[in-house]
T-cell receptor, first 110, second 117 residues
Framework: AQSVSQHNHHVILSEAASLELGCNYS??????LFWYVQYPGQHLQLLLK??????LVKGIKGFEAEFIKSKFSFNLRKPSVQWSDTAEYFC????????FGKGTRLHILP | EPEVTQTPSHQVTQMGQEVILRCVPI?????FYWYRQILGQKVEFLVS????????KSEIFDDQFSVERPDGSNFTLKIRSTKLEDSAMYFC???????????????FGPGTRLTVL
């Protein structure tokens, strides 16, 4: 069965620190990968997605993710975080339905 | 930018009561989904719906659950007899519906928080 695992459940960083959130997936077929973000009190929003082509994907708000097929990974990165990035981040793979990871709660200290 | 909307934002009900959660998908989308997120847990797929019928459902989606597209705009999730463990955030999502297209993306609504007492 397809699955997504996120290694970090809770990450605390100071503003301007660099961020990398780990995500690994298990899926044998062609993968469609996503990162969704859920800001406090708000709904899930699409941050970025990978379908094919350039494995380095750029999303909104300065986020990017790199698809590494050999490692079954799709880690999310941002070179310099802001307080407003405080949110929960979900990695997901699509197999018609979306299969989500458990999420990483990111807390940025001002 | 078009959005998926959901009503109500918060529903409180007594155990055993029926609830209907409502969603208005993005207007040109053809595939509709319900997901739920129990507090502190991950988002889980419940059901997908296309062409007026269920296309896939998870183990969670038992006989107590049903979905309907009663008119051209609404998509509803009904829980016939709520249980305490149904308390969760319920998210509706929709996509353009080209299931085999690699560019198909699901867009989520803001969620309905269901509290069963």
């Amino acid at each position: 069965a397809q699955s997504v695992s996120q290694h970090n459940h809770h990450v605390i960083l100071s503003e301007a620190a660099s961020l990398e959130l780990g995500c690994n997936y298990s899926y044998g077929g062609t993968v469609n990968l996503f990162w969704y973000v859920q800001y406090p009190g708000q709904h899930l929003q699409l941050l970025l997605k990978y379908f094919s082509g350039d494995p380095l994907v750029k999303g909104i708000k300065g986020f990017e993710a790199e698809f590494i097929k050999s490692k079954f990974s799709f880690n999310l990165r941002k070179p310099s975080v802001q307080w407003s990035d405080t949110a929960e981040y979900f990695c997901a793979v699509r197999d018609d339905k979306i299969i989500f990871g458990k999420g990483t709660r990111l807390h940025i200290l001002p | 930018e078009p959005e998926v909307t959901q009503t109500p934002s918060h529903q409180v009900t007594q155990m055993g009561q029926e609830v209907i959660l409502r969603c208005v998908p993005i207007s040109n989308h053809l595939y509709f989904y319900w997901y739920r997120q129990i507090l502190g847990q991950k988002v889980e797929f419940l059901v997908s719906f296309y062409n007026n019928e269920i296309s896939e459902k998870s183990e969670i989606f038992d006989d107590q659950f049903s979905v309907e597209r009663p008119d051209g705009s609404n998509f509803t999730l009904k829980i016939r007899s709520t249980k305490l463990e149904d308390s969760a955030m319920y998210f509706c999502a929709s996509s353009e519906g080209n299931r085999l297209a690699s560019t198909d993306t699901q867009y989520f609504g803001p969620g309905t928080r269901l509290t069963v007492l």
